[in-house]
């Protein structure tokens, strides 16, 4: 359910957490200092902590739609630091697989694996392990540090805000330290519509980490990624800086890919994207999709058929980067490798090459040919995946950009977004069933708290049940509960259910991890419909429109009642 560059970019942060944890003891400071102040005398410290071991609680938010809970366990003896995961059991007995690191920072290195026998190996920025790893969690150009007071859990805390820009897009990280001796009680990572909420439950010093834990995985093991390339990075920089404010475009290239050929033009207006695929090759011949960046709403019209499906929205000021990654494949999240001089469309060209840093198995190679003079880009190789025969493998499309014209005029009638269409949230394939929420209700649905006599009581008197599985800590259940709970067609389909609220605020007890195992829960909000017999009619996951909800209610009513109607 979550996409993979997510946890990739777990993967690569939690170093920072952990090294970090070992910035804990005996650092009292009378006062808050600057920014930049508190974080070098953090560091500066940090070798005096020789070993520890660290458990903890993850909350991963895909923001406004779902969030899930991961615990970890970290260990340090220095200059060695590991950190793994749980693994969680989704729907349907799917195991979720979550990243194991090794880091060894005085040889600047951390390797990461999802799966058994399989690592990656990374360089960590030189400079900032120097300062013992403290860098992978502000990688990149960390700036603009300030400290704050805040509360948490009745105490005030001094927070460390900063800014960074990863990738090529922008976060931000906060730093909660106890202000007597500095310990982390919190970190705080937000990138792009996803929160990383790392709480510290229990740390311990000089502990004896075993010589086992702390290995580095063999050679043989280990797949190296290629390391980036300052002077790629600066040119791909200064074309995003170039059109920071672009608020508008027309692109047009062509597409070349195993012997078939497509005309693509992009239209861009803020917040509306709009790109139009033709080739008399492909099925479908034609498409067209058709973004609003503000709302998260994607239509495509394949052979006049339109369909709609819900995204998270893009910050205005990331718009222009997501218009030119349509436009001209110049994609954010990529790690730029190389550069070298060549010719693109008969110029002087600079040809970069980059790999997207959110994939792990494969790492496949972009290729994009700018010019030296006005970096405009000229044409763009990108590996295609296909399957073949039972075998994954990558063919190129070869682009020649044929016109690109920044705040170029864009016809009004290429921008009309398609009535009647509704969409769906992210994974699903087709429409919600009801156009847009219905009346609300000024109150909301009544719940009876979840208890196993409440569900053998509904299951006894041949009743429907809707469980709705929500917490304390979970942003996105708020929301829902606010719109989706309140809506009227949802309140009278319900009528007749037994409606019970299942609490799983503290995730990690005996009680809630046995809900969990025994509904197949792993992120929240999770609403399960069952029917009178106490079987499972459906289920949703994340904030999704309240007809979903009516279609799998009036279908466990009419199965609860043998197939007959109200």
Do not use: N
């Not at 650092?27 to 070798?47: N, W």
């Not at 339109?306 to 790690?335: D, I, T």
């Not at 156009?435 to 000024?442: L, N, Q, S, T, V």
């Amino acid at each position: 359910m979550f996409p993979l560059r997510g946890w990739w970019f777990v993967a690569r942060k939690l170093l920072g957490l952990a090294v970090a944890l070992s910035l804990l003891a005996g650092l009292g400071v009378a006062a808050p200092l600057g920014g930049e102040e508190l974080l070098l005398s953090i560091a500066a410290r940090s070798t005096a902590v020789p070993s520890w071991e660290e458990r903890g609680v993850c909350t991963f938010e895909i923001v406004g739609w779902v969030a899930t809970r991961i615990a970890y366990r970290a260990q340090a003896a220095y200059p060695r630091v590991r950190v793994e995961f749980e693994r969680l059991e989704g729907a349907g007995g799917l195991t979720w697989e979550f990243p194991t690191i090794v880091c060894d920072v005085e040889a600047g290195r951390q390797y990461t694996s999802t799966r058994p026998g399989v690592w990656w190996g990374v360089e960590l920025d030189r400079g900032w392990a120097e300062l013992v790893g403290v860098g992978r969690l502000f990688a990149g150009s960390a700036r603009s540090w300030t400290v704050e007071e805040r509360e948490l859990g009745g105490q005030t805390l001094w927070v460390l805000v900063g800014a960074g820009d990863e990738d090529g897009w922008p976060h931000g990280f906060e730093l909660w330290l106890d202000p007597e001796t500095l310990a982390l009680r919190r970190t705080v990572i937000e990138q792009l519509g996803t929160i990383l909420i790392f709480d510290v439950l229990e740390f311990q010093m000089g502990i004896d980490v075993p010589a086992g834990a702390l290995a580095l995985p063999p050679e043989a093991d280990v797949r190296v990624r290629t390391p980036r390339s300052p002077e790629a990075e600066a040119i791909v920089r200064g074309i995003w800086e170039g059109y920071a404010d672009l608020s508008s475009l027309y692109a047009r290239r062509t597409e070349e890919e195993g012997g078939t050929e497509a005309v693509v033009e992009v239209w861009y207006k803020d917040p509306l994207l709009r790109v139009d695929s033709s080739s008399r090759y492909r099925v479908p011949a034609h498409m067209v999709l058709l973004l609003d960046l503000d709302r998260g709403v994607a239509y495509a019209r394949k052979d006049g058929t339109w369909e709609g499906v819900g995204f998270l929205p893009v910050p205005s000021h990331l718009r222009p980067r997501v218009a030119l990654a349509m436009a001209v494949g110049l994609q954010p999240g990529f790690r730029f490798t190389g550069v070298e001089e060549d010719e693109g469309g008969g110029r002087p060209a600079w040809r970069i090459t980059g790999e997207p840093g959110w994939v792990v198995d494969r790492v496949p190679v972009w290729r994009w040919w700018v010019d030296r003079e006005t970096l405009a880009v000229l044409q763009y190789e990108e590996p295609v995946g296909i399957t073949a025969g039972g075998s994954y493998l990558l063919e190129t499309r070869r682009v020649l950009v044929e016109a690109f014209e920044p705040s170029a005029p864009v016809p009004p009638e290429k921008l009309v977004l398609p009535e009647g269409v509704a969409p769906s949230q992210p994974g699903w394939g087709r429409p919600f069933p009801l156009d847009e929420p219905g009346e609300r209700a000024e109150e909301g649905l009544p719940w009876g708290p979840y208890s196993a006599d409440a569900l053998a009581l509904a299951r006894d008197a041949g009743k429907p049940v809707l469980l709705y599985f929500t917490a304390d800590w979970c942003r996105p259940c708020r929301e829902f509960e606010d719109e989706a709970f309140h809506d009227l067609r949802l309140l009278q389909e319900a009528e007749g259910f037994v409606s019970l609220r299942v609490d799983l605020t503290d995730w990690g007890s005996a009680q809630a991890a046995a809900l969990r195992t025994a509904y197949r829960v792993v992120a929240l909000p999770t609403v399960a419909v069952l029917r009178g017999d106490g079987t499972e009619a459906g289920r949703e996951e994340g904030v999704v429109h309240p007809g979903k909800l009516v279609l799998i209610l009036r279908q466990a009513w009419l199965e609860s009642l043998g197939g007959g109607g109200r």
